[in-house]
């Protein structure tokens, strides 16, 4: 099946600074998507992006399926960063493979 | 606005017991999803369903069973608890290959 790796497994950052997280597949998807677990254990949808890039705020994602990576850009970051930033991967079956997780703190 | 709810934030029970996790979607999602996450392991599948009545095992199946009995609802069961089963479950919807969305998770704890 596809496999999904994070990297780097964790991450400590200065309020402020700037940060890149890497999500590789093993495998053509059909999408992706960016996710952060929030401290209280919710995940919240950040992107959703097959291919490409998008961008919300202080947060943007590109995607390139031809080369089978995502990355997700944090930029001047805050405490409320902080969390663990999932990649999940759709591969054509109902099932969605998860990323083991990119662990963040941000520190004020 | 998607909303994925589940009955629970926390839950403590017995061992033995009989347990029931509920989830309900508002968004006419054909699929639903059941996970466990634990530290160092991720995210892992239970079970799924993508239509009423329909269910496929995941990942990790063993010791639960599922019930969706209407299309906004998917229901775990614990048919007997263990504490091996003290875990994060996680419930998730999504229309078919797209975007996944997820409850706000139940923290189980097995005594």
């Known amino acids: 099946g596809i496999q999904v790796e994070q990297s780097p497994p964790d991450l400590i950052l200065q309020e402020g600074a700037n940060s890149t997280l890497r999500c590789n597949f093993s495998d053509s998807v059909n999408n992706l998507q960016w996710f952060h677990q929030n401290p209280w254990g919710q995940l919240i949808n950040l992107f959703y992006?097959?291919?490409g890039t998008k961008q919300n705020g202080r947060l943007s994602a590109t995607t390139v399926a031809t080369e089978r990576y995502s990355l997700l850009y944090i930029s001047s970051s805050q405490t409320t960063d902080s969390g663990v930033y999932f990649c999940a991967v759709f591969s054509g079956t109902y099932k969605y493979i998860f990323g083991t997780g990119t662990r963040l703190k941000v520190l004020a | 606005d998607v909303k994925v709810t589940q009955s629970s934030r926390y839950l403590v029970k017995r061992t033995g017991e009989k347990v029931f996790l509920e989830c309900v979607q508002d968004?006419?999602?054909?699929?639903m999803f059941w996970y466990r996450q634990d530290p160092g392991l991720g995210l892992r599948l239970i079970y799924f369903s993508y239509d009423v009545k329909m269910k496929e095992k995941g990942d990790i199946p063993e010791g639960y069973s599922v019930s969706r009995e209407k299309k906004e609802r998917f229901s775990l069961i614990l048919e007997s608890a263990s504490t091996n089963q003290t875990s994060m479950y996680l419930c998730?919807?999504?229309?078919?290959?797209?975007?996944?969305?997820f409850g706000p998770g139940t923290r189980l704890t097995v005594t």
């Open positions: 968004m006419d999602h054909e699929n």
């Open positions: 998730a919807s999504s229309k078919q290959g797209v975007e996944q969305y």
């Open positions: 992006i097959p291919s």
